[in-house]
């Protein structure tokens, strides 16, 4: 097997199958040529990877960052096949996973310990105009050493394959210091909004409101650690959260959907001096209450992937501080992955997350 250099922004160098997308909302099983792997490299055989909702928006080409042919996916562990001749943290059999951003290791945000603002930043399974690369619905993946970490016995591949998600909430709730003891809100109960809350509950809030339009996400965040949650219907959450709170606002809050209504409602949740953190990115651009924010002082915060939490988190799932088993909806096939597509992107009611086993 060769470890020859690879230029990833050119996708791949036969040897295994791959979910490919062929053209937008088109995606089939495809024999493709197994990945090369550079010296500081390690040669990932895929057990298991999720479907990112960002897989699905990318899907139909909304989001820009998905541009055919390309094999998406970036939720994901496995076993290492193969290794390059520098890399001296891994060796073939181990269990690993990896993180979703490929960072340069070099340049001024590397340096100060900022991976996830890397200016050369790729990640796994996304084509766009500054790069390519090919992800992890396939039978193998490579990813460099640097982004990969040991992966402990008791957390199966399935549940590991969340560990990306884990992490970008683990890093959200980091981003607003002192938080133990808080009262604090979570807007969107979907999956990144729920991993939120327990990520919150194992930071020590003391109480962890939660708002969303489904009842069912209610329930899960009911039992990941929310101590109240209230379901929306037409009317902004704002006045349920001064109600609980005795017309004060909780102290923090996390946005977890990217929308104009969703972000006005955590802003104007928070009391006088409190923290905003956005975490949704659906929309491109949203308003904001700007006179909210200066006259009572409030702090926002934006939250980007993660920044070196995976090993916090496999802690937390090891543990059992953080569940990911309650939000994995069904596990199959590579094979079956055209249709959960489809399901996924046609916001089937009650799926949250699949995962793909090639």
Not at 19 to 29: D, G, N, P, V
Not at 87 to 95: A, E, L, M, T, W
Not at 162 to 179: F, Y
Request: glycine share 8%; with cysteine.
């Amino acid at each position: 097997m060769s470890n020859s250099p690879v230029d990833h922004r050119r996708g791949v160098l036969v040897g295994m199958k791959a979910l490919l997308l062929t053209e937008y909302r088109q995606l089939s099983i495809e024999d493709v040529e197994k990945p090369s792997f550079s010296d500081d490299d390690i040669l990932v055989r895929v057990e298991a990877c999720g479907i990112c909702g960002s897989d699905v928006h990318g899907y139909d080409g909304s989001s820009g960052r998905r541009i055919p042919p390309l094999v998406m996916g970036h939720e994901a562990a496995g076993v290492v096949d193969a290794v390059g001749k520098n890399v001296s943290q891994f060796q073939p059999g181990d269990r690993v996973t990896f993180d979703s951003t490929v960072y340069c290791g070099e340049c001024q945000f590397c340096q100060r310990d900022q991976v996830n603002l890397c200016d050369n930043r790729m990640v796994l399974g996304v084509s766009c105009d500054d790069f390519r690369r090919y992800g992890a619905f396939a039978e193998f993946v490579a990813v460099p050493q640097r982004i990969a970490y040991q992966l402990p016995p008791e957390i199966p591949f399935e549940h590991a394959a969340l560990i990306e998600a884990v992490s970008v909430a683990v890093h959200a709730v980091g981003r607003v210091p002192d938080i133990a003891g808080s009262t604090v809100l979570v807007v969107g109960s979907g999956m990144i909004g729920l991993l939120v809350v327990q990520a919150l509950r194992a930071a020590g809030c003391r109480r962890i409101l939660a708002v969303d339009q489904d009842n069912d996400r209610l329930e899960l965040a009911k039992n990941f650690g929310a101590d109240e949650v209230y379901c929306v219907t037409d009317e902004s959450p704002v006045e349920w959260v001064r109600s609980v709170t005795a017309g004060q606002g909780v102290d923090a809050a996390w946005e977890v959907v990217g929308a104009t209504p969703t972000v006005t409602a955590a802003i104007e949740s928070v009391r006088k001096g409190g923290a905003v953190t956005l975490v949704g990115n659906l929309a491109p651009q949203v308003e904001v209450p700007l006179q909210a924010i200066v006259t009572r002082e409030l702090t926002l915060y934006g939250s980007c992937a993660s920044n070196g939490e995976y090993p916090e988190c496999i802690r937390l799932m090891s543990s059992g501080a953080i569940n990911v088993a309650p939000l994995i909806s069904a596990t199959a096939p590579l094979e079956e992955g055209p249709a959960w597509f489809e399901r996924l992107y046609s916001r089937e009611p009650g799926l949250m997350k699949v995962v793909l086993k090639p």
